[in-house]
């Protein structure tokens, strides 16, 4: 279930898919993981967001890894708020 504007692609209706390999091979890595695969790759992360927003969420969970423009958390560690 998606809430509305929750992913920026998702803004202003339906977009065309342009890389149809990139597509595909997203789809296998989402399928993975939703069959629970590890996630080794973002240190066993379930939340990610962008630098371009700061969630009120991100400040609850352990950042695990910033790959590109994502930056990864997981649950399962109480962390400081100061």
């Not at 998606?2 to 595909?24: C, D, E, M, V, W």
């Not at 700061?54 to 950042?63: D, H, L, S």
Request: cysteine-free; aromatic content about 10%.
């Amino acid at each position: 279930m998606r809430q509305p504007s929750q992913f920026s692609y998702t803004i202003g209706g339906h977009k065309p898919i342009r890389n149809k390999a990139a597509y595909l091979r997203a789809m296998d890595i989402a399928q993975d993981a939703l069959s629970g695969a590890p996630r080794q790759l973002t240190g066993g992360a379930t939340y990610f967001h962008t630098p371009a927003v700061r969630p009120a969420w991100a400040r609850r969970f352990q950042k695990t890894v910033q790959i590109g423009r994502h930056i990864f958390y997981r649950t399962g560690q109480r962390v400081a708020s100061n």
